[in-house]
């Protein structure tokens, strides 16, 4: 016998819900504004949506039209001819209210206006609502609910102040039959106008809203990345400027580490040498511009491949048990591939730190040939740092990231021609590989 309720309310409620969803829908395409001339809810996914407006539109006239006559007719004692034509003004322009609300406002304005003089002639008016018939009312707060959802706030406030002067302005013509329902309709339209509104200007608060967050979201993905290739651009420049002071020295001693070195030999490594300098000047220019206050940490030599042990150890005693696979042979590694290598590894465990606290990772290390495996000729450097599931439940050390560190990791490798695949793994986990040319591409 408990189980009846349960039951019934479960079935109920999977009877509801779909209905839940429609109206859930409607309320938001009514939420979100469209462009004018264009009809209600132009901007639903459904097309059921997009066509709901003139269902209800086709519907008020195809229920007022016929009251409306029927009303002037019995009630009011209205000829059938002037009847039929009020009719049809009163109610025919609801549908045009679907996409101009302000023009259909003016012909059913002026028609009840018209309405309202021809029903004060009628014979039957004594006792009868006026100077607005019931049907008038219905119909115009109908419009009023289009209106609302359309126009600007200063055209509701002066459609509302034009309803209430109509009103006042036929108690003073006619007082002895107005009964009240002038002002009953000024402050029922006044609130159908203030809901309306609302909604409408709620629905262009989230649209700003939205577009401000997706603005702020690509210029914080535009800074990030400028932040980060200034970064590598400050790193590089330690490797480059080694080289350079590398050429000026060889080419200074060149003529005294070389007997009998030809005198156009002389001049050609002293041009060299000259050369070799005014670009390194060049570059410490340039890295004045690049640096900044918060950047002094920068000038300590640049980590490579020799520093990974120490930032794993350091890395397990954060809490993390880490493994490292590093060859014993490397070979020779070009100091941009060697600093990028590193920062991939510090990154990768860095974000394993932040989103992963505790999970076991491994990280490898080694060098092959890209015949052996595939890749057309010449070394590469292969590194993987794959990470499981955090061990527990817990949140982890930071709720959000700067994004610089997938963000660097692509700008480094892209820098040195190599490939990076980075994704979740089935079991929680996360997977970073990275594949850096060891040897030049160049085939000339």
Not at 16 to 26: F, K
Not at 53 to 77: H, K, W
Not at 304 to 316: P, S
Request: aromatic share 4%.
């Amino acid at each position: 016998m408990s189980t009846e309720p349960a039951t019934f309310r479960a079935r109920v409620a999977r009877l509801l819900a779909p209905a839940g969803d429609s109206l859930q829908a409607v309320g938001v395409a009514l939420a979100t504004p469209t462009r004018p001339g264009a009809p209600l809810l132009a901007t639903a996914s459904k097309r059921w949506l997009r066509l709901l407006p003139y269902v209800v539109a086709l519907a008020f006239v195809a229920s007022l039209l016929p009251s409306t006559i029927t009303v002037l007719v019995n009630d009011y004692e209205v000829d059938g001819a002037p009847a039929g034509a009020l009719a049809v003004a009163q109610t025919a322009p609801l549908l045009l209210a679907v996409t101009r609300p302000l023009q259909a406002w003016w012909i059913i304005g002026t028609a009840d206006i018209a309405g309202a003089f021809v029903t004060l002639g009628a014979d039957g008016l004594d006792g009868r609502a006026w100077p607005w018939t019931p049907p008038v009312v219905v119909g115009y707060l109908a419009l009023m609910l289009a209106l609302g959802l359309r126009e600007s706030r200063r055209a509701l406030f002066g459609v509302w102040l034009l309803t209430g002067a109509a009103g006042l302005g036929f108690v003073f013509i006619a007082p002895k039959h107005t009964n009240g329902v002038q002002v009953l309709l000024f402050v029922l339209s006044g609130v159908v106008l203030l809901l309306t509104a609302a909604l409408r200007e709620r629905g262009d608060a989230q649209r700003r809203l939205v577009e401000q967050e997706t603005i702020s979201e690509a210029e914080r993905a535009r800074r990030t990345l400028l932040e980060e290739r200034a970064r590598i651009a400050r790193e590089l420049h330690d490797v480059v400027a080694h080289h350079m002071s590398v050429i000026t020295v060889q080419a200074d001693s060149a003529p005294y580490r070389i007997p009998e070195l030809p005198d156009a030999a002389r001049e050609e490594f002293t041009s060299i040498a000259a050369s070799a300098r005014e670009s390194l000047a060049e570059m410490r220019r340039l890295l004045v511009v690049l640096r900044n206050e918060g950047t002094e940490g920068e000038r300590a030599p640049q980590p490579g491949l020799d520093r990974v042990q120490q930032l794993v150890e350091a890395t397990v005693r954060a809490g993390v048990p880490a493994e490292l696979s590093l060859a014993a042979e490397l070979g020779d590694v070009p100091q941009a591939v060697d600093l990028s290598a590193y920062r991939i590894v510090q990154e990768a465990l860095a974000n394993v730190v932040r989103h992963a606290p505790g999970a076991a990772t491994r990280v490898s290390v080694r060098s092959d040939d890209a015949a052996a495996d595939g890749g057309g000729g010449g070394r590469w450097l292969h590194v993987l740092v794959v990470n499981g599931p955090a061990p527990e439940r817990t949140s982890p050390l930071e709720g959000s990231g700067t994004g610089h560190g997938l963000v660097g990791m692509r700008e480094r490798v892209r820098l040195t021609g190599g490939t990076l695949d980075t994704g979740p793994l089935p079991d929680g986990g996360f997977r970073v590989a990275a594949r850096l040319p060891l040897t030049s591409k160049d085939t000339s």
